[in-house]
């Protein structure tokens, strides 16, 4: 299992190209199959244009089950519940 401090891969959590550095990142770990820990700060402010470029375009390329298996976070109860509405809402456009 791989441990990813999110304070280390990007700069902030409010742009694309900082969300790719991530996305990138979890395209490799999910290439080689390999199960990856995310530790958010429970202070960041994830905007939808980082969440897109990074979790979007890995369930885009991917799905949600591989995401779900390969994929684990580690952060507060209110940051959790604020990425699970983002997946929610990811799902709900995209399964229609």
Request: with cysteine; hydrophobic share 35%.
């Amino acid at each position: 299992m791989n441990f990813l401090d999110l304070n280390k891969v990007v700069e902030n959590y409010s742009s694309n190209a900082e969300g790719y550095k991530l996305f990138t990142l979890l395209d490799k770990y999910a290439e080689e199959n390999q199960i990856v820990v995310i530790s958010i700060d429970n202070t960041a402010a994830l905007s939808s244009s980082f969440l897109n470029s990074s979790i979007g375009q890995f369930l885009d390329k991917y799905g949600f089950d591989l995401f779900k298996s390969n994929i684990k976070i580690k952060t507060s109860k209110t940051q959790f519940n604020r990425l699970l509405n983002y997946l929610d809402k990811y799902n709900n456009l995209y399964t229609c």
